[in-house]
């Protein structure tokens, strides 16, 4: 998932500043393009570790790059994680080989909150395993220790997943200042 910013209203902005060379004309801009596509990268970061996702190995966060194309005027903010897609503009995930997808409970995942394994081997470490409807229909796996029963996973048919749209809504966002960080540069330049 990327936003791209490029120079828009680039030709009421050198009509004001007609002192500035061409060259210098297009360093300012490709370095307002930079300030803004850095502001984006930033808010974009701070979105996808904040509420609801919580950041557990940093990963995505990191992912997320800008990369300047002063050829095209324009800067790239993105990343090459697939599941930022998802993020950003919401999916529906089903099981492919099993019956159901399987969430992890408390009980078989770790302190990190990553899951101990599947749910045939988190079963498989207790005396007996099985699945039970629960009163409001939801399926659930419990192991079974002696006499002491302990949920281990949840059984779920589909997720959905909300877009939350957050390149889109900064990439808007760091357009309205866009031109003013060009002009800022041309200032100090020219």
Do not use: C
Not at 6 to 35: N, Q
Not at 55 to 61: A, E, I, L, P, Q
Request: proline share 4%.
């Amino acid at each position: 998932m990327i936003a791209r910013i490029r120079a828009i209203g680039v030709s009421k902005l050198t009509a004001k500043l007609d002192r500035a060379t061409r060259g210098e004309f297009r360093k300012a801009t490709m370095h307002g393009i930079g300030v803004s596509a850095r502001q984006i990268e930033k808010r974009v970061k701070v979105r996808f570790s904040g509420q609801p996702i919580k950041v557990r190995s940093g990963h995505t966060r990191a992912s997320i790059r800008t990369e300047l194309r002063p050829a095209r005027l324009e800067a790239v903010v993105g990343s090459p994680v697939r599941h930022i897609g998802v993020l950003e503009d919401g999916a529906t995930i089903k099981p492919v080989t099993k019956k159901v997808l399987t969430i992890p409970l408390p009980a078989a995942r770790t302190k990190a909150g990553k899951s101990r394994g599947g749910a045939r081997q988190v079963g498989a470490r207790y005396e007996a395993s099985f699945w039970k409807k629960s009163k409001r229909g939801n399926l659930i796996l419990f192991g079974k220790q002696g006499r002491r029963l302990t949920p281990l996973f949840l059984g779920i048919k589909r997720v959905v997943i909300k877009g939350r749209h957050v390149f889109g809504q900064e990439a808007a966002r760091a357009g309205a200042t866009l031109v003013r960080n060009i002009e800022r540069e041309l200032r100090r330049t020219v």
